[in-house]
């Protein structure tokens, strides 16, 4: 028995890791729905969480994930693939090469494609029809390692600092996205795995920690922002800069789920629901964690 | 080449302070790869900064600086419009120059 428990409390704190950092980036929102609220759960912060805020503001104006956001610009607008095409015609949902706000207002339904999908779905959508490049070679190694980081990656890094300073606005207008939503939340409740795991094991109630983490609340509108805020992320451990797809296919490993599939239907839909929940909330851009 | 540095300097007070970012793996040498053996090192050794000709910084780094270096400084003089000039020298010979304008 105390076995098993040890296993999970080791499992947890890689999740909550990643968690304290959404925790930060939370800090002081631009325009916070509910200021009364942000300012009682800011009073209950430890000298733990202070420090790691302290670094964190240090950081955010020094983020190597500047260096992707400027190699992800490089990629967006270079001729490239089988196609010799570059990304400038991709739709992010707000017309063919408009990329201001458009971070903030997905995921979201693409007529062209029949699915609500997310930023890095909808990249690999493009450089698929595109630039020609096989959907397979991309979700092979999609996520960031001491070997490199993917294309996608820095792609979905300059997209997202397109949308630096707006706020969120996951539309809800499409059947498909409501659906989304639904399906969504039926997953981040959802229990299975080897440990009877779902989301809301850990991010279903207020005042969850782990260790020195704090864990937010995904449920709930106040600690929504911290889903959001922060990714993607440059993750100064191994100095690597990573999405929210690999937060997802992390959190799954963590909860020992079955492996989700790359840019899928799933995390779309978990992806819509956190998102949704965070609307309002203003973006601040790519985030940096521990 | 290697990757492009982002540079950013602001004139303040009568004084430029640079922010750079460097894209450098700063390898120290001491890991080891899977088979055990030592990843070789490879990181930045020298960084100068110039301004109008003059050598406003100049640094001597080890494999204690960690990768994807972030260095902040300031000097005096400079104006909004002039040019600052970046560059590091690793081990392995390897160079990156950079301009910025100062703001």
Redesign the interface.
Known sequence: MSSIKLRAVVALSGLALACAVNAQQAAAPKKAPAPAAKKAASESKDAVTAEFEKFREMME????A??FE??GEELWKTRRGPKNASLEQCDLGLGPGVLKGAYVQMPRYFADAGQVMDVERRIVHCMVTLQGFKAEDLARQPFSTEAGTPDPVSLVTYVAGQSRGMKIAIPQKHAKEREAYRLGREIFNFRAGAWDFSCASCHGEDGRRIRTQELPNLTSRKDAIRAFQGWPG?R?TG?LMHTLQWRMNDCFRQQRFPEPGYASETIADLLTYMGVNANGYVYKGPGIKR | MADPMRIRAVAKDGAVIVKILMSHEMETGQRKDGAGKAIPAHFIQQVSATWQGKVVLSATWGTAISKNPFLEFSFKGGQKGEKIQVTWTDNKGDKRTDEATIN
């Open positions: 104006d020094a983020s190597p500047e260096l400027a190699k440059y100064m100095g």
